[in-house]
Every structure is written in structure tokens, then in C-alpha cells.
């Protein structure tokens, strides 16, 4: 029985989820537990092909992902690059963003609706152009999709407008590689057993979550250069219960932050999914 979760209402902090311009502080025992799973990814990619793992309670499940081929694309020479320079980073953001993408004002944003209404904060964006890029990063998203669904470890991840449509793509110095945090479950129904309001978007939700530990696998981290992707279990008494931000639990919302040095965000929109599209929304100066 689960009724104590009816009373929960939604509060500043929960807000500030949302915003592009509000993010945690990372501390040091969400950093350390952050770097051990990275650290785990890393001596897991022994095979070239994609290669997902549920963590539950500390334990890695395998899959093989059927199109590993579309991994390779821009992001590896980007990722090759600031992993040999990281002092470089700022320059080749701007390099790759000038190669792979088109510019945004906010008068441009503006008329993709989707994209306006998920992320309302957005004032510049870039839309990837490049269709080798375009094509291997959709390939992320539907590919944690169907592989969600192939395991019972996991509820099914659906690549919609409230369930999974972004990623934080970072930096770890300290383990190097660049990687992606991906939520799911971002915007599901408000109803008795998710009495919490989210804003507009989740007004059309048809994302329904049974109990709030439904959510405790939204969190998808990818290491790019090793193909290796994991849904993470942050349901207690897994160890990565430990990643879960202060005031948020209740969501299991997780910091790209501690993993690394966030570079961009990664939102797929709009038309998911059957015509989606790939916006990059820098985290970093792209002067130089």
C-alpha cells in the first residue's frame, strides 16, 4: 500500500527540475558513485557492437543492440577530440555545431512549437542538419526504446513527448569518455498515483505510472566511444540510489553534473516519433 504518495504536490524544488537555468550542485558521494558506474561501463565494452545493461542492485544484464553500425558519426571525432584537448572543449563545440547544425533565434524557436512547450526556458538552439549525425543520434533514442521492451528488469521506455525526448551530454575527465544522461518518464499523467503537476505539457500526457517506483529506472547513461549503453536501477537498496539529487528522490531525477562536465543538451522533437527531429541546446560558451 502506497496512499502516502497521494498527499505529494508539486513544490519549487520539483519545478526547477524542469529549468535549463536551475541546476543541482553535484556533491561528492553522488560524484564518487557516478564515476564507479562510469568505471563499470568502461570494463564492460570488450565487444564493438552496442551493448545496453539494466543495473539492478549492482548487477549487470546484457543485451546486443541489432544496428550498432549507425554508431559511428560525428560524435566519435568530437568525443576523440576533447578527450585528447579537453582545454579545446569550447573550440570544438563551436566546430562541430558550425559542421553538423543550423542556428535558431529565439523568433525561429518560437515556431516549432514542440520544442518551445517541452523546454520553455530555450532561447538559442542549434538543429542538426547533418545526416549521418541526425540519423545515429535518433538511434540512441529508439534504440533504448526497444530495448527496454525486451526486458522485464525495466518498464517499456516509449519515445514520445512525456516519456523519453532528451539527453545531457558530458565530459568526465576523470574517466575519460563523453557520455550521455538520458531521462525518461519526464512529464507522466497526473493522476491518484502521480498527484504531482509538472506544467502544460503533462496536461496531454497519456504516460501512465503506476507507483513511483515506476520511475526508478529513468535514468539511461551511454559511454559514446564504447557503445555501451545502461538503464540504471536508482530504487533503493540498489547503490545507485546514492545518484539521486536532494529534494527530487521522490522523481529519481539524477545530475548529468555528476558524472562529468555537462556540454549540451540532446532533445529529439518534435513529431515523436514518427518524425522526429535532433536540437542541441549548448551548456557551454561556443565563442572562442
Known amino acids: ?7 505529494i504536490t508539486c513544490n519549487d524544488r520539483v519545478r526547477k527540475e524542469l529549468s535549463p537555468g536551475e541546476r543541482p550542485h553535484h556533491t561528492s558521494s553522488r560524484r564518487q558513485v557516478a564515476n564507479e558506474l562510469m ?25 546486443k543492440h541489432e544496428n550498432a553500425s549507425m554508431l559511428s558519426s560525428p560524435w ?9 584537448a579537453p582545454s579545446s572543449l569550447s573550440r570544438s563545440l563551436k566546430q562541430l ?35 549521418v549525425m541526425q540519423d545515429c ?3 540512441w533514442f529508439r534504440g533504448i526504446s526497444a530495448e527496454s521492451a525486451k526486458t522485464k528488469l525495466c518498464r517499456t521506455i516509449e519515445l514520445s513527448h512525456f516519456d523519453l525526448f532528451h539527453g545531457h551530454l558530458f565530459l568526465s575527465e576523470e574517466e575519460r569518455t563523453v557520455g550521455i544522461l538520458f531521462h525518461s518518464a519526464e512529464y507522466p499523467r497526473f493522476c491518484q498515483t502521480f498527484p504531482i503537476l509538472l506544467g502544460s505539457v503533462q496536461g496531454r500526457s497519456d504516460l501512465e505510472i503506476t507507483s513511483f517506483d515506476d520511475l526508478g529506472t529513468r535514468t539511461i547513461i551511454s559511454s559514446l566511444l564504447s557503445n555501451v ?15 539521486l539529487v536532494e529534494g527530487v528522490e521522490t522523481l529519481h531525477t539524477t545530475f548529468e553534473g555528476d558524472f562529468g562536465q555537462p556540454i549540451c543538451d540532446i532533445i529529439c522533437a518534435p513529431g515523436l ?16
Open 1 to 7: 500500500e502506497k496512499s502516502g504518495f497521494v498527499n
Open 39 to 63: 568505471r563499470r561501463m568502461k570494463v564492460g565494452a570488450v565487444s564493438s557492437t552496442w551493448r545496453a545493461w539494466v543495473l539492478r542492485d549492482g548487477i549487470a544484464h546484457s543485451w
Open 76 to 84: 566519435d571525432e568530437f568525443s576523440l577530440k576533447i578527450l585528447r
Open 97 to 131: 555545431l558550425g559542421e553538423t547544425t543550423e542556428y535558431l533565434n529565439a523568433a525561429a524557436i518560437s515556431e516549432i512549437g514542440d520544442v518551445q512547450e517541452l523546454i520553455p526556458s530555450l532561447q538559442r538552439l542549434w538543429r542538426v542538419v547533418d545526416p
Open 137 to 139: 543520434t535518433l538511434e
Open 229 to 243: 549503453f545502461c538503464i540504471v536501477d536508482t530504487r533503493s537498496p540498489s547503490p545507485y540510489a546514492e545518484l
Open 273 to 288: 516519433p514518427k518524425n522526429p527531429q535532433i536540437y542541441l541546446y549548448p551548456r557551454i560558451s561556443v565563442c572562442d
